[in-house]
């Protein structure tokens, strides 16, 4: 079982940036792909970013010129990065770490961007 912890949301006005970071308890974390989803209120939970076990990311293309995603293995935490952030941008935001067919999911940290 790996633990996630989420933390680094909060309320910003639009136009601010935001870190979020996922600590995992696992001592493999290096092997884990590490995702960040949100879910915005009405709506279904939704990937948003990609960290491979080899450091190649993916980024949604909604918000690739907004959002970093990276990982620090020794830490072993995977941070999103989110800048210019939007109204819209208000949600919940999910660590996901993913090996082979398991994955395992953080209770997630809350963003409210107002405008």
């Known amino acids: 079982q790996v633990q996630l912890v989420e933390s680094g949301g909060g309320l910003v006005q639009a136009g601010a940036s935001l870190s979020l970071t996922c600590e995992a308890s696992?001592?493999?974390?290096?092997?884990?792909?590490m995702s960040w989803y949100r879910q915005i209120p009405g709506r279904q939970r939704e990937l948003v970013a990609t960290?491979?076990?080899?450091?190649?990311?993916s980024i949604v293309p909604s918000v690739e010129d907004r959002f970093t995603i990276w990982r620090d293995n020794g830490k072993k935490t995977a941070t999103l990065e989110l800048d210019n952030l939007k109204p819209e941008d208000t949600g919940t935001y999910f660590c996901?770490?993913?090996?082979?067919?398991?994955?395992?999911w953080g209770q997630g940290t809350h963003v409210t961007v107002s405008s």
């Open positions: 696992t001592n493999i974390f290096s092997a884990y792909d």
């Open positions: 996901n770490a993913r090996l082979r067919g398991t994955q395992f």
């Open positions: 960290i491979g076990s080899n450091g190649r990311t």
